[in-house]
């Protein structure tokens, strides 16, 4: 699929919108998940276990997509089934009474995610001209990211209005409802975007794939790596909110507010994603990338500090829920511009691929070592080492 002479054309909106349906899906499931396994009684250690599988079974279904999307000449089907997959697994949820079923819908949804990500990365790359990359993929990411604002007010407002015969059932129909979104997602992406055939390469294997990537591609992945294993996911943000807020609010409203925390922290996200791409257009890529690494380092610190004090304060934890969203709108469109920079058209599908396998076993061992720390030692200590790794995932990355 050749790029296209203007960054803003009907693929990249296309995409854009699709992905934006498919956020509302995930955010309004993720974002009272919290809530639901604390009203089931499920532990914050295995929580964080549940997320970092999730994301690392993710991140290894994207290296073998990776390579697929170098040799294939069609990719639109497969992301297409991995928006369906991945839109609706999780209403899995709504059956749950305990961790075994959260974790099977996890894995399923974040299968579906890992098949098509390399793929819609790849497809987006070659649908913007190389000065228009870091826009185009600032503003898929601003569009994702819009769909997170709107997916946990969505399940904050159903959280209010559905009856409550029992404590988790407002919870197991908002992930029914996540369905409708999740299929939009979808049906976007089979109607909205044209793919152009492109010329397969078959025998392609993957070492071929991995060893035609540049030097200064692993020296990206040695930075995202370090960084990666403090990155925790931030649905570990919502529990940390909702157990600093239980005592004084109850934990209904403190599930409440969280999510609201949450939508605030992915308004950021949104906000930041396109200012941030179109800068990367401009500046030395790398060098942003490290900021908003170093920027990632803060929210640990942040957290950890708000464990420290104890404090419910609500301008406090709206500072660093929004802090943490402006980090994932500096980090994430500028990666992804960066490595098309860095990778050659025939073999930048294995270079998101690989990316996403090393973006993934950070989260899993970010965040299991950050639940196993918050269970084992203080929530403090789990935080502030994810934040020291950060940093030294900036560090590496600027030397």
């Not at 098949?115 to 898929?140: Q, T, V, W, Y």
């Not at 605030?264 to 990338?289: C, I, Q, S, T, V």
């Not at 464990?307 to 500096?330: D, N, Q």
């Not at 098309?340 to 061992?365: E, H, M, Q």
Request: charged share 15%; aromatic share 8%; net charge positive.
């Amino acid at each position: 699929m050749p790029a296209e002479s203007s960054w803003l054309n009907r693929n990249v909106a296309g995409m854009s919108i699709t992905s934006l349906c498919a956020d509302v899906c995930y955010e309004m499931v993720l974002a009272v998940l919290p809530g639901f396994t604390a009203t089931i009684g499920v532990a914050a250690g295995a929580l964080g276990w549940i997320e970092g599988g999730a994301d690392a079974l993710a991140s290894f279904v994207k290296l073998g997509s990776g390579w697929y999307a170098d040799r294939g000449g069609h990719r639109k089907g497969v992301v297409t089934a991995g928006y369906l997959l991945s839109g609706t697994a999780l209403s899995m949820l709504a059956g749950a009474a305990s961790w075994p079923l959260i974790l099977l819908g996890r894995l399923l949804a974040w299968f579906g995610k890992g098949i098509r990500g390399p793929l819609r990365d790849a497809m987006l790359s070659d649908a913007a001209p190389p000065e228009g990359r870091g826009k185009a993929f600032g503003l898929h990411r601003a569009g994702d990211t819009t769909g997170a604002v709107l997916g946990p007010l969505l399940g904050v407002w159903l959280l209010s209005v559905l009856p409550r015969p029992t404590a988790a059932a407002p919870y197991r129909c908002i992930f029914l409802i996540s369905l409708v979104p999740g299929l939009a997602a979808a049906a976007c992406m089979l109607l909205l975007v044209r793919e152009k055939p492109r010329e397969a390469h078959p025998k392609t294997s993957f070492r071929g794939s991995v060893r035609g990537l540049p030097r200064g591609f692993f020296r990206l992945l040695r930075g995202a790596g370090l960084f990666g294993l403090g990155d925790f996911s931030h649905t570990l943000l919502i529990l940390a909110a909702v157990q600093l807020l239980t005592p004084a609010h109850g934990a209904a409203r403190a599930a409440e507010i969280a999510a609201l925390l949450y939508a605030l922290h992915n308004g950021a996200y949104a906000a930041a994603a396109f200012p941030a791409g179109a800068l990367a257009d401009r500046m030395e890529k790398r060098a942003l990338l490290a900021i908003g690494y170093a920027m990632g380092a803060v929210t640990g610190f942040g957290v950890a500090a708000l464990f420290v004090w104890r404090t419910a304060s609500l301008p406090l934890l709206a500072l660093v829920f929004a802090w943490a969203g402006l980090c994932l709108g500096v980090e994430k469109p500028i990666e992804g511009a960066l490595t098309a920079d860095l990778a050659p058209v025939d073999a930048r599908g294995g270079a998101y691929g690989l990316l996403g396998t090393v973006n993934g076993v950070g989260d899993l061992a970010a965040s299991a070592l950050a639940g196993m720390l918050w269970t084992q030692v203080s929530p403090q200590a789990a935080f502030s080492t994810a934040g020291a790794l950060m940093l030294g995932g900036a560090l590496v990355l600027l030397a």
